[in-house]
Nanobody
Framework: QVQLHESGGGLVQAGGSLGLSCAASGRTLSTYRTGWFRQAPGKEREFVGSIDSGVGRTYYANVVKGRIIISRDNAKNTVYLQMNSLKPEDTAVYYC??????????WGQGTQVIVSS
């Protein structure tokens, strides 16, 4: 059974940084695309960024570009989301997902990020 587990969420002040992790079991993340998404209360889930399989080309949503870095540790089978210069509007539940491009088939349970002003 493939499982993803996010961790690292919490409360941070605006302007601060936070790092999230997405650890996988039952699947080698480096052979699939891993995406990060977020959902704020009352809003639809939105794409944050992703890292491709193999060499790991990254893609970032415009709303977070320049403030986040997605990376992967193949030895730990874990993908990371480093967020800097956080804003209150970054408050959301953050999810990681794994699958083929545009076909994420496995999702984590999410981790809450709260950015205080």
């Amino acid at each position: 059974q493939v499982q993803l587990h996010e961790s690292g969420g919490g409360l941070v002040q605006a302007g601060g940084s936070l790092g999230l992790s997405c650890a996988a079991s039952g699947r080698t993340l480096s052979t699939y695309r891993t995406g990060w998404f977020r959902q704020a209360p009352g809003k639809e889930r939105e794409f944050v960024g992703s890292i491709d399989s193999g060499v790991g080309r990254t893609y970032y949503a415009n709303v977070v570009k320049g403030r986040i870095i997605i990376s992967r540790d193949n030895a730990k089978n874990t993908v990371y989301l480093q967020m800097n210069s956080l804003k209150p509007e970054d408050t959301a539940v953050y999810y990681c997902a794994s699958g083929l491009p545009g076909q994420y088939d496995v999702w984590g349970q999410g981790t809450q990020v709260i950015v205080s002003s």
